[in-house]
């Protein structure tokens, strides 16, 4: 049975801006996602371009030093909190309804609500470079540095922007758990569901879990700045420190919600270019689960110099360097992939293994962080900053650019171009290496991080010089990026469904797919299911591929009232303009009348919104 | 190739580094018993490091380079789905390399942060925005007065110090690479610190700087650490009692009519007129400045002190270094910034004279 558009009850418009605005399809969603991640991407990238050509020479004067912290501030927000982060929900909504063989999200409405706060917080963030000036106190906002000037808005724009944010990623997170909880095709137990769906399930729970924590100090933060609350006061009893545990409680897991996304892609490629099953698909997904509960204990590893007890600082270390096991097996097992198989090199591929080198290193680091005699000399210092990048520059962008190189064809239905691509990766692996090896150097050698300038004589220059050079061979490898996925949008060679001879369900359907997803919902049998319907396994344990007779006909789902889709709606995108709006007025309420306004405004809109959402059909009468 | 050739280039760079002796700043460059330990563990972790990346590397490669597709390679590879054996091996290994690790991490941690013993010195630290005040409780002049200093300390060679250190505005980080970790200094908090430089870096500046963010000059937050003989510390001390002189001819003189109307706001001096007895006369907002011409650096170690840099200071100090002494609220306590006053070449050389005399 082919579904015809009458079967879709409502056919949702797919041209112009309305129908964007409008709607809740899940793979326009994640394109949306995808396009905003990337545009904040270049915002966020040229911020560390100036950073990085203030930091060439010592003692630069490029930037003043009010510029510099509100610029590396903002550089560390936009690419925690609107780069990485939405790229993985870009890949989430697109692709984990495809791989689980579902036809939509649980909560499709939820779903464009998520994704419209979240361009909304960041536009009101942005938009502090010309409204009041930006976030000067890091991405951490340590209190009492974020509570103590109250004269300027700077951080109220980060206690309101990150909390907004934080809603957007809790609404995202629930529609993730609930479908894959609730709509897996019939058969694909937990145990068959790719490795990308399962680290989906870890970083959504590390979400729903951590935010709320956070959420609590940053409302302790707007509070303190807005209506004398002296949470972090310490001349009042109020203790800067708290600040410190509630941030790291949730800013460790979240640390994994930005990388284990990119460890489920890099173990859906890694198959497919080696051309046999994930080496040890349930020591994976475990130790993913498990990299999830340690996760939530290890947060004041990021205090070890704060002034806690020994006792306590050695249970954090250890407990540091036991998540480094989960970790080590994942590593071992993508080598064990690889192992046997015969590897081909395409882009995605090159990407994959760049992201092992890479994570590798910022692995191995992570763990000299755990050694806490030693991190009391590496904290605060250039060293962690190499750290950190190798983890979430060598690894998670290098995840996520192998993932775009991968799944390109099915959003767009074009192949990118491999020469291009082999360009972008050698550029970007060369120019990364560059820029954050010598990092690792400045900080033992006493360089501390956050610093505007630096004098001269301390040893610094040669490296800080090499790190500047390499910042920009990352930002042409990021033009070499985006001009082949402009290219190959418009003329890319063209994919068809199965281009990669693909492991997961997404390749069984057409590229782009269509908005159902799937003309018939298929019946699983296997890991991998969509591989043991093209090929079967002989004596030797290799694969042969099956004839179209020894196929058969796949085993789908008999559906007999027709494909039934969710109607676009603009509730959400009103819903959520209302409640960024009432954020915009906190940010400004201490300047009375102008505060106040907008926030009335914002309580109007969000009171359309809401109720309009709730009275609406779900799906819209077809006949 | 390149893949190893750029870490090992690395890591050789690195070992290059940590050998030269123009790093006054570095960790690896240890002149203290604390930072000696904590850089011993560093080395065992690191070559451990070296190792295990070499190792997983190497696997890396070979199987790229081994296992790659040949042309004219048409077979399907094995299926492997995986080796339960291998896998809780490679489980295993791990664990047991970092209880390794484990262990001399766990020693030298109790180790560095146990009480001071025996015959030590005391210093109290106090973190400012942007300048670092140390305060010596065990040595006191004849009015009972401790020894008050900013923006460097002296500590005797081969003797522990005792830091004790607090804040009275934001959280700051006390470091000084070559003498020992980093520890913050958390207003509301006291936290402790100990260093026992060796006794042949006697006659050293050792450099350190304000490692947690805090706030716009955040980077020109620097001191100087002065590890002494016992003979010169004594004298050091000794001269840092004493209160300074109130000058009686110009143009010190007219200088200190300007100092007790204007610096006192802030500034705190020991002074002493002809014949008369020592008194305390300003504000301890800002940085002491009784021995001011005694110490190598303005603004908190970013210039040296020369009667040219600290007239520039004088005449626009956020210009030398950023500060925003618009917001200050001296009545809360809240200082951010020094202000221009304002003042004419003529008064600013006066006052140039009056603190560079003070020695």
Not at chain 1, 63 to 83: E, I, P, R
Not at chain 2, 190 to 219: F, N
């Amino acid at each position: 049975m082919t579904a015809s558009n009458e079967d879709l009850g409502y056919t949702p418009s797919t041209k112009g801006l309305w129908s964007w605005i409008t709607t809740i399809d899940h793979k326009r969603i994640g394109i949306l996602y995808a396009v905003s991640s990337l545009v904040f991407f270049i915002v966020g990238g040229l911020e560390a371009l100036l950073i990085r050509t203030q930091l060439a020479t010592p003692n630069g004067t490029v930037l003043s030093a009010d510029a510099y912290n509100q610029l590396f501030t903002m550089h560390g927000l936009t690419m925690v909190f609107a780069v990485i982060m939405p790229i993985a929900a870009a890949f989430q909504n697109y692709f984990i309804p495809l791989m689980i063989g579902a036809r939509d999200v649980a909560f499709p409405r939820l779903n464009a609500f998520a994704y419209w706060l979240f361009l909304f917080s960041v536009l009101l963030l942005t938009s502090s470079f010309f409204l009041g000036g930006s976030p000067d106190g890091a991405w951490v906002g340590y209190a009492p540095l974020s509570t103590q000037i109250q004269e300027y808005v700077r951080m109220d724009y980060y206690s309101i922007g990150a909390q907004l944010l934080g809603f957007a990623s809790l609404a995202g997170s629930i529609n993730f758990v609930a479908t894959i909880f609730t709509m897996r095709a019939p058969g694909m137990t937990l145990m068959r569901m790719p490795v990308f769906v399962w680290m989906t399930v870890v970083s959504s729970f590390l979400l729903i879990f951590s935010l709320p924590v956070i959420g609590v100090g940053l409302w302790q933060i707007f509070i303190d700045r807005n209506l004398g609350g002296l949470f972090y006061e310490a001349q009042a009893a109020g203790d800067p420190l708290l600040w410190q545990h509630l941030f790291w409680i949730f800013g460790h897991p979240e640390v994994y919600v930005l990388i284990l996304p990119a460890f489920g892609i890099v173990s859906e490629i890694l198959p497919v270019f080696s051309r046999k099953p994930l080496f040890g698909y349930s020591f994976v997904v475990f130790s993913g689960i498990a990299i999830g509960f340690l996760g939530f204990g290890v947060w004041a590893h990021h205090m070890f110099t704060a002034g806690m007890g020994p006792v306590a600082e050695a249970g954090f270390g250890l407990a540091t360097m036991l998540i480094a096991i989960p970790t080590g097996v994942k590593i071992f097992n993508w080598i064990g992939t690889m192992w046997g198989g015969r590897l081909t090199f395409s882009a995605p591929m090159l990407f994959t293994i760049g992201f092992i080198a890479m994570f590798l290193i910022g692995g191995i680091s992570g763990v000299t962080h755990a050694v806490v005699p030693a991190n009391t000399q590496q904290h605060d210092s250039y060293y962690v900053v190499a750290h950190f990048h190798y983890v979430l520059f060598g690894g998670a962008v290098f995840g996520y650019v192998a993932g775009a190189y991968y799944w390109f064809p099915k959003w767009t239905g074009r192949m990118m171009s491999e020469t291009i691509g082999k360009w972008n990766f050698w550029i970007m692996f060369i120019g990364f290496n560059l820029t954050f090896a010598p990092q690792h150097i400045l900080g033992l050698d006493g360089m501390p991080r956050r610093t505007y300038r630096y004098a001269d004589g301390m040893g610094w220059d040669v490296w800080n010089l090499m790190s500047t050079v390499g910042a920009f061979l990352i930002a042409l490898s990021f033009l070499f990026f985006i001009y082949n996925l402009i290219a190959s949008y418009r003329n890319g060679k063209v994919a068809g469904n199965d281009p990669w001879d693909g492991r997961t369900l997404e390749w069984s359907t057409t590229s782009p797919p269509p908005v159902h997803n799937f003309d018939e919902i298929p019946v699983v049998h296997h890991l991998d299911d969509f591989w043991y319907r093209k090929y079967g396994v002989d004596e030797e344990g290799r694969s042969v591929k099956l004839t179209a007779e020894q196929a058969g006909k796949p085993d789908v789902v008999v559906e007999e009232h027709g494909i039934h889709m969710p109607s676009p709606s603009f509730y959400p995108i009103v819903a959520s303009a209302g409640i960024a709006t009432l954020g915009a007025g906190l940010v400004f309420i201490s300047s009375g009348p102008i505060g106040f306004g907008v926030l009335g405004v914002g309580a109007v809109v969000t009171l359309w919104g809401v109720v309009g959402w709730a009275a609406e059909p779900a799906t819209r009468e077809a006949h | 190739m390149l893949r190893i050739a750029i870490p090992i280039l690395v890591f050789g760079a690195l070992f290059a580094a940590s050998c030269s002796s123009d790093l006054p700043q570095s960790s690896l460059n240890p002149r203290s018993v604390e930072a000696g330990r904590i850089d011993q563990l560093w080395s065992l972790v690191l070559w451990i490091s070296v190792a295990v990346f070499v190792v997983v590397e190497t696997a890396l490669v070979y199987a790229i380079v081994r296992f790659r597709k040949r042309p004219g390679d048409e077979d399907e590879p094995k299926q492997v789905h995986g080796n339960t054996r291998l896998e809780i091996a490679w489980t295993i290994v791990p664990a047991l390399i970092l209880a390794f690790v484990a262990v001399p991490t766990m020693v030298t941690l109790s180790e560095l942060r146990s009480p001071a013993e025996g015959d030590f010195l005391r210093v109290e630290v106090i973190g400012h925005q942007w300048w670092w005040e140390f305060r010596y409780p065990d040595i006191i002049d004849s009015e009972g007065r401790p020894l008050t200093t900013a923006n460097e300390m002296h500590i005797p060679a081969g003797m522990t110090t005792e830091l004790q250190m607090t804040s009275v505005d934001v959280i700051h980080s006390f470091w000084v690479p070559s003498l020992s970790g980093k520890r913050d200094v958390v207003p509301g908090r006291e936290t402790y610190l100990k260093i026992t430089p060796d006794a042949d870096v006697a006659g050293q500046m050792i450099p350190g700087q304000c490692a947690e963010y805090c706030g716009l000059a955040h980077a020109d937050m620097r001191f100087r650490v002065y590890v002494d003989s016992d003979d010169t510390f004594d004298t050091w001390t000794a001269a840092q009692l004493e209160p300074s002189p109130i000058p009686s001819s110009d143009p010190a003189a007219a200088g200190y009519e300007t100092f007790t109307q204007l610096c006192t706001t802030c500034h705190q001096a020991n002074v002493v007129g002809p014949g008369g007895s020592s008194e305390v006369i300003g504000a301890a907002l800002g940085p002491d400045l009784t021995h001011f011409g005694s110490r190598s650096t303005i603004g908190a170690g970013i210039e040296e002190n020369t009667a040219e840099h600290l007239a520039e200071w004088i005449a626009d100090p956020a210009s030398v270094k950023p500060m925003t002494p618009e917001l200050n609220d001296i009545g809360a306590g809240r200082i951010l910034g020094m202000p221009d006053y304002g003042l004419d070449e003529r008064q600013i050389a006066e006052l140039v004279s009056l603190l560079e005399g003070w020695k």
